[in-house]
T-cell receptor, first 112, second 114 residues
Framework: QKEVEQNSGPLSVPEGAIASLNCTYSDRGSQSFFWYRQYSGKSPELIMSIYSNGDKEDGRFTAQLNKASQYVSLLIRDSQPSDSATYLCAVKSASTGNQFYFGTGTSLTVIP | DAMVIQNPRYQVTQFGKPVTLSCSQTLNHNVMYWYQQKSSQAPKLLFHYYDKDFNNEADTPDNFQSRRPNTSFCFLDIRSPGLGDAAMYLC?????????????FGDGTRLSIL
């Protein structure tokens, strides 16, 4: 099993602050990286994907990838209470038939 | 709206009584996946179909089977559910196996075992 590690949290930030979520992965051949948001009792919802080193921005969300360090992160700017959820990092690698490997997720609470 | 639909949302069955969970998709995606997710854990891939080709994960118990009669539907059969099989079961699809393709999830079926 290829490992994807996330800090389980819980991570608490005040409303309006930046939330920073981190993920490391063990398979150096991994090529595609995804962040999913999962509300309690609900299914994962795709937020962002990133494939190249650097930053990718979409609204309040920024994904950052550093393949040399095997590290991917998600920044949430101007955090809102509705962002309170578990964030799952998922990694795909051609060496494993492009199957998804998920981290255990980081629980985020945004305090009003 | 194109989507992934799982039925039922909640399923209760008795210990050892076979149960079938269903998933349908209107995305016309080639790949369908079944995951098991227990509380505070990552989704665990059970198996996937690429078109009609079935791919079982090495550590998926024999108790779990799957059928994909056509592109739109996929079923998860649990032949003799044990207490340890109580979990959320997630169906997901992707257009194909290309590395850049994301997975799209249904709302899940929460299975309880009495």
């Amino acid at each position: 099993q290829k490992e994807v590690e996330q800090n389980s949290g819980p991570l608490s930030v005040p409303e309006g602050a930046i939330a920073s979520l981190n993920c490391t992965y063990s398979d150096r051949g991994s090529q595609s990286f995804f962040w999913y948001r999962q509300y309690s009792g609900k299914s994962p919802e795709l937020i962002m994907s990133i494939y190249s080193n650097g930053d990718k921005e979409d609204g309040r969300f920024t994904a950052q990838l550093n393949k040399a360090s095997q590290y991917v992160s998600l920044l949430i700017r101007d955090s809102q209470p509705s962002d309170s959820a578990t964030y799952l990092c998922a990694v795909k690698s051609a060496s494993t038939g492009n199957q998804f490997y998920f981290g255990t997720g980081t629980s985020l609470t945004v305090i009003p | 709206d194109a989507m992934v639909i799982q039925n039922p949302r909640y399923q209760v069955t008795q210990f050892g009584k076979p149960v079938t969970l269903s998933c349908s998709q209107t995305l016309n995606h080639n790949v369908m996946y079944w995951y098991q997710q227990k509380s505070s854990q990552a989704p665990k891939l059970l198996f996937h179909y690429y078109d009609k080709d079935f791919n079982n994960e090495a550590d998926t118990p024999d108790n779990f089977q799957s059928r994909r009669p056509n592109t739109s539907f996929c079923f998860l059969d649990i032949r003799s559910p044990g207490l340890g099989d109580a979990a959320m079961y997630l169906c997901a699809t992707s257009r194909d196996l290309a590395d850049y393709q994301p997975q799209h999830f249904g709302d899940g079926t929460r299975l309880s075992i009495l």
